[in-house]
């Protein structure tokens, strides 16, 4: 029976998946937009989706608990001042993640996993070869 078997180990040690984690949902809300592997998109999916509802509440103490797990104020600010009032009509369901190919040096499924509201840009390949003549 599985009982109390809930989450993500990831194959890693509590402090280096803690660590891992905190720098995925960082790196989602600074950047709205991050690849990895399937298994670290699901489990880094749940808590940039805590972290949306504390930031749309926006009180002191909601503050102070994303302050304690992000560590960095301007990522806490960016989630509260940015990001949660993209989605005040919401009211669940910030994230997607979107499955890719597999990474070609050993097979891992990879994910994007972003915000719901995201627009992707591609970027011109005009301005590409533009830039490359310059130089």
Do not use: C
């Not at 592997?37 to 608990?65: S, Y």
């Amino acid at each position: 029976m599985r009982h109390l078997k809930a989450g993500f180990k990831l194959r890693r040690s509590p402090d280096h998946r803690k660590a891992l984690l905190r720098n995925l949902v960082a790196s989602v809300i600074e950047r709205n937009r991050i690849e990895t592997t399937l298994a670290k998109a699901k489990a880094a999916q749940p808590i940039v989706e805590r972290m949306v509802t504390w930031g749309k509440a926006g009180a002191l103490a909601d503050k102070r608990r994303a302050l304690a797990y992000l560590y960095r104020r301007k990522t806490v600010q960016t989630l509260f001042d940015e990001v949660a009032p993209r989605f005040m009509d919401r009211i669940g369901g910030y994230t997607r993640i979107i499955k890719t190919d597999f990474r070609k040096g050993d097979g891992a499924e990879m994910a994007i996993l972003e915000f719901t509201d995201y627009i992707f840009h591609a970027k011109d390949k005009k301005a590409k070869e533009k830039t490359k003549a310059k130089k």
